[in-house]
């Protein structure tokens, strides 16, 4: 957007002054002579780095000043990806650095591509949380997001004899000039040890230390944090050891403090009930919060107004030891009596819930909790029991309901039989008195039963001899407010997961649709279509205001526009062309559709089944004349994505991928018809190059079970069409764009019980979806018993049973693929339909996002510098 801000004067000046910037950094902070790409991008990020500082000092001490309410993010995860050009472009500064760059003899694309990317985050719940800060600073809301440096991020995915290795990414190699170290922001953070009564004394501790990330906003003042915890070993502790003699012990300390902010766990759906991870939870929460409150009693005698001046947003369960932990630092460290205490504690937190999937929803045994954290656990039982007698009126009520209809009914049977027997009369006086029977006694047991499915603490139902802490429960009851992330997840979560709350507090519960940042995603990673918008809208304010992309809608009927439209994605599929045959050696066509898949691997999401019909696509092909073959349009398949490292099937999905595209893309007979595409390590880079580039992308997990989904908005806000199911966000996508414009197939969210139940015999299934599983399994891709486990899971009625239903989606996900090419076919039809998208689905910028849940749950507002 500052493109042709270099031809004026002022702008040649500034870009003169960054070039002497970067020279500085690079001589005294790098202290270096060399101009090679690492030293630019270093001396370039410092100098970025210099005025981040400066906006980051003026924004905090401008909120420290007026007081406002702030929202606190709590994460596990952040997934930032690269920093500079963003943070220039946020800045303002990109024709200034592009200038200034060029002048050292030095590009741009080149000291960007430097760039590592901090990937603290698996995928969706990361990404979402830096798509907020982004829109946070933007909006001028004062809100901070909390989590954890991790030494070691996502881990990095090679492809090696056709499988997925996963090799550790240590990012902070090159030094981080995205963060400021606070060693004077230090708490004390605690580990095990014993109760006495309710005083508790830690055996394990360590320090928590501050690092800042400075988050600019988009065309403000306003420079937000982010920040992140280290670990270090107690230095009270250590300097005990070494006084003592003990170095071993010393060493251990800081082995055992390294250890917690080591390494992101790289699952992105299974619980792994990992004692280091709760660790992990509590260790950045606990520092989290008395950090707020450190802060909070700078200004404020006492903390009893705490929630009228800070909410705490737990991104899904990972942070829910909150509910304790403010607790405990209300009580134990700051004295105020329990009742208050939970007051405050239920006003100041709220809940994000991110998955339905039972695997993913975290409970911990409470013998972990009440071994890590002995006082949390006290903490957890007692707010447990309370709850618990809280809601027993209502509970006995219910039962109480529940068996008068249950004797009536029951009552009402005995009349019959009676009567059928002997007199009416006689008949009902038995009736009653059989109902009277052990009524009291049983009506006891029964509300005894009813509590058991509102309790926190539960036993764990595959071993009765445990109990588990359900940290979604502990979310509700310690929240005020409990949101899904996409309309239909919203009612799904109030039907399925939380209906005994529902019934308590129907208010508690909203929904707050998931949004992606416009300037990341569209503005930033498409250039080309940018400025083309740009020039239609005649302003760039739509990187501000996404409802002004809705007046892109006229264009679509103008031929000029379509042509350039269609222009700029023929150069961004040229880009990814380009990056397959590096990294793969693939050739592939740009006059082929660019159709993308690309996502953490998960069954529920359904690769397999995209890689089924690619199966079949190529069956059909063989099979053609080459009469026929003329009329094919030809396809590119791009898969991307990481599977768990212990996820056995994922890690098949991720096999069968890359074989089936070593034999199809070397046939020959097939040619450019068809190629398929693995792009290893998928990550926010990557997606910054493919989304400009896909025309198609495919949302095909099982309707039910992918929560929103946040790739979908970005690919449908670069022009790329859908194929996906009714899930998640796809649904509101479909209303926004119109649901003629999406390729949309499957069964609905409502009827997958029934189908797992009535499931046809497998040689009922479609034909062609036989024929696939036939083909993997004959070896025509190699290695057929490498995926019969990953056949059976999906046809076999003793593995698996196709639990996410692929057989019962496949006739009508191939009914989608055939109607994707014949639109496709028209060239000019598609273009238009392409503009729309990107006209219609400004809704899903996180600007609207963040704004609702600043009004609707967190009630902060904006304060930006005058
Ligand atoms: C849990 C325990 C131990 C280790 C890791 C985890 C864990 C980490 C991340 C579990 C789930 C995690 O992320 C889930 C996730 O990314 N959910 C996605 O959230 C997106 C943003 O709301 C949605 O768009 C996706 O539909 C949803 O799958």
Known sequence: MNKQATSNGAAAADAAAVAADIEAQRRYRLAAK??????????????????????????????????????????????MGRTLTNAVHNLGLEGEYAEALK???????????????AALGNGGLGRLAACFLDSMATLDLPGWGYGIRYRYGMFK?????????????????????????????????????????DKWTPSEEVVAEAYDVPIPGYKTKTCSTLR?????????????????????????????????????????ATEEGKELRLKQQFFFVSASLQDTIARYLEKHSDLS????????????????????????????????????????????LAYTNHTVMPEALEKWPVRVIGKLLPRHMQLIEQINTQWLASIKDHVSAKVAKEQAAKKAEAAAAAVKVAAAAASA????????????????????????????????????QWNKDEMLVNMAYLAVVGSFAVNGVAAIHSEIIKTDIFPHFVELFPQRFQNKTNGVTLRRWLAYCNPELSALITEALGTDAWVKDATLLAKLKPFAENAEFRKRWRAVKQAKKAELAAHIKDVTGYEVS??????????????????????????????????MSPEERKKVVPRVCVFGGKAASAYYMAKKIVALVLSIAETINNDKEVGDLLKVVFLPNYNVTEAELIIPAAELSQHISTAGTEASGTSNMKFALNGSFIIGTLDGANIEIGENTGFENLFIFGIKAEEINRLREERKDFKDYDPRFIAALDL?????????????????????????????????DFASYMDAQAEVDALYSDQEEWTRRSIIYTASNGFFSSDRTIDQYAREIWNVQPCAQP
């Not at 780095?49 to 952040?78: C, G, I, M, R």
């Not at 740009?590 to 696509?617: C, G, P, W």
């Not at 056949?791 to 196709?802: E, F, L, P, T």
């Open 34 to 79: 060399s101009s090679d790409p690492q030293t630019m991008y270093q001396a370039a990020a410092w100098s970025v780095h210099n005025k981040l500082v400066d906006a980051f000092d003026k924004t905090q001490e401008y909120w420290k000043e007026k007081d406002p309410k702030h929202v606190y993010y709590l994460s596990a995860e952040f997934l």
């Open 103 to 117: 002048n050292l003899g030095a590009d741009m694309e080149t000291v960007r591509s430097q760039e590592l990317d």
């Open 157 to 197: 995915q090679a492809v090696k004899d056709g499988l997925q290795v996963e090799l550790p990414d240590y990012w902070l190699d090159a030094g981080n000039p995205w963060e400021i170290r606070r060693p004077e922001t230090q708490f004390k953070v605690g580990f095990y040890g014993s109760l006495d009564g």
């Open 228 to 268: 992140l915890w280290d670990a270090l070993p107690s230095s009270e502790l250590d300097l005990a050891a070494f006084n003592a003699g003990d170095y071993v012990k010393a060493v251990e300390l800081k082995r055992k403090a390294d250890e917690i902010t080591a390494v992101l766990y790289p699952n992105d």
């Open 305 to 348: 107004g705490l929630a009228e001046k800070a909410t705490f947003q737990m991104n899904d369960t990972h942070p829910t030891i909150a509910v304790a932990e403010l607790m405990r630092l209300l009580i134990d460290v700051h004295g105020m009596d329990s009742n208050a205490a939970w007051g405050v504690t239920t006003k100041a």
């Open 425 to 460: 009369a006689e008949g009902k006086e038995a009736a009653a008195e059989e109902a009277k029977a052990g009524e009291e006694v049983e009506e006891v047991d029964l509300v005894a039963e009813a509590l058991k499915a509102y309790s926190i603490v539960q036993e764990n």
């Open 590 to 623: 740009t006059n082929s559709m660019f159709d993308i898949h690309v996502k953490r691997i998960h069954e529920y999401k359904r690769q397999f089944m995209n890689a089924l019909s690619i199966i079949h696509r190529y069956s059909e092909i063989k099979a």
């Open 776 to 808: 993997i399994k004959s070896g025509a891709f190699g290695r057929p018993d490498y995926f019969d486990d990953l056949v059976a899971s999906i046809s076999d009625m003793n593995r698996g049973n196709d639990w996410f239903l692929l057989a019962n």
